[in-house]
């Protein structure tokens, strides 16, 4: 598949099933990333719903390649867990790519798409909480690895994922 052949639209609050569908397929690949095995059955509960706030967004995105949904992901300026804003810092927002789409460049068009958005939107640097298993994805996007971070998914529930940046555009 060639990436000319994935579709980009905007997604709706219609698309809540499906990419929840989606969601849980593709973080169900987390274990593959070294994750411990009791943190991610705890979060998976609390990640792998698609998020009906970015789906009304305007800026969380979804791929399609022959009808089928493939992949999702959008950016938004508030961060994501406390919602803050600070100008010209924007954020990625829960990317996902169904398993059966991996390596297809389905992502990559997404995140283009986000980067793109961002950057005319005024922002100046994209940050993304990165899962263990995305860093390399986020490295081949020009972004750099900051910190680690626990990321609290709901009290005592907490994943270890990567704060990474890159400058826009
Ligand atoms: C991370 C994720 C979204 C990437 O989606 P994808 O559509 O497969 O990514 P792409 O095909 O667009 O990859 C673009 C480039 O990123 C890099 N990349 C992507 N996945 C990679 C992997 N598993 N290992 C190493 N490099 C990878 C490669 O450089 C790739 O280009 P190439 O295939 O030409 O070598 C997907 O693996 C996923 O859904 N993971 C589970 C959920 C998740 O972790 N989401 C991220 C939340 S922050």
Redesign the pocket.
């Known amino acids: 598949m060639v990436a000319n052949e994935i579709t980009i639209r905007v997604a709706t609050p219609a698309d809540l099933e499906p990419l929840s569908v989606l969601i849980a397929a ?2 169900a ?2 274990g593959e990333a070294a994750y411990d095995r009791e943190k991610l059955a705890a979060a998976m509960p609390l990640m792998s719903r698609a998020n009906p706030t970015l789906l009304a967004s305007g800026t969380y995105f979804i791929a399609e390649t022959d009808g089928q949904i493939a ?1 999702c992901g959008g950016w938004t300026f508030e961060k994501p867990g406390n919602g803050e804003r600070v100008d010209g810092i924007a954020h ?1 927002r ?4 169904h398993p059966a ?8 068009l997404l995140l283009q798409r986000c980067l793109d958005e961002a950057a005319r939107a005024g922002a100046t640097i994209m940050k ?4 263990l ?2 860093e ?2 986020y490295a ?1 996007a020009g972004f750099r690895r900051v910190r680690p971070i626990d990321v609290e998914m709901s009290p005592g529930i907490v994943l270890p994922v990567v704060e990474m940046e890159r400058s826009l555009p």
């Open positions: 593709s973080y690949t987390l992949g990625i829960h990317f996902a790519t789409h991996h390596r297809k460049g389905v992502a990559r993304s909480q990165s899962t298993l995305a390399p994805f081949s």
